[in-house]
């Protein structure tokens, strides 16, 4: 058994919503993912693991794709009839791709389902979600920067990220980076180790800055690797900033907010299909060069 002070973190998927390849999509990333001789692998839609002792975990976002993600994890697999290693599931936001792997998870296990007042409403007014015996699963709302317990040796708590209600909730044009309750960062601690995951942010500010400051691990928002991605290639008709996601690059991208935070490890995650990093490519060359790592499915971090 591991040590206490160690922390555990697999990205179970690293895509945005829809995955790699995504099911109605043919662009060249898409193409690509289709190929098995390509090189470029499928990802699953954005979500982590957590563990100190490798024993018990914790889930962060439950995607749609969360079968598949326990069956490529041997970690979270069952040890026995009946049984799951996943003690807890912390969600943060109300998005489908963070949403919908709830509904995989109904086979009558017991776990703590954790999240923001705002995303317990989301979940408590659709019947859908019923299908969770209360009984089995507890849902606690957390208030923003409330300390809980997600393992009972893993520290974390919600604080606000600029960003937008889910895309569900939207009306023509919803107030965007907007801090509050639907979409926020985590902060997790184990013993001296602080560690962020933010799969989505509007933009960077000076006080989320200063609170990542000196983490030793961040799991960022890497949606788009510029804010116009999407429509240059043709697949959408919104920004990045439009949809609640800083770009990579550009003015007020995340490659520049980010720089000279001494931030020990910084790793993109909710990777949208259309972003060029997930292949070889001067935009990945550029990402890499300043200190980024590009997640993937599977990848583990160790701290």
Known sequence: MAETSDL???VLGAAAG???PQWNCGCLNCTLARDPGSGLKPQSQSSLAVSRDGEAWAV??????????IE??????????????IKSVVLTNGDIDH???????????PFMLFSTGSVDEIIAENPVFGVLDPDLVARRSVAIEEVFFPLPDLEARFFSVPGKVPLFLEDDEPD????????????LRAGSKRVYYIPGCGVMNSGLGGRLAGADALFFDGTLFTDREMIATGTGRKT?????????????GSLDALDGLNIRRKIYVHINNTNPIWRPCPERTTVESRGFEVGFDGMEVSL
């Open 18 to 20: 829809g995955g790699l």
């Open 240 to 252: 990045g900033r439009r949809m609640g996601h800083m770009p990579i690059a550009g003015e007020g």
């Open 72 to 85: 490529h994890n041997r970690p979270l697999q069952p040890r026995r009839l009946r049984h799951s290693p």
């Open 176 to 187: 965007l980076n907007v801090e509050g309750e639907n979409t926020v960062g985590v902060e």
């Open 60 to 69: 962060f976002n439950a995607s749609p794709d969360i079968r598949q993600q």
């Open 99 to 109: 949403l919908a792997g709830l509904l995989v998870l109904r086979e009558k296990q």
């Open 8 to 10: 555990r973190i697999i």
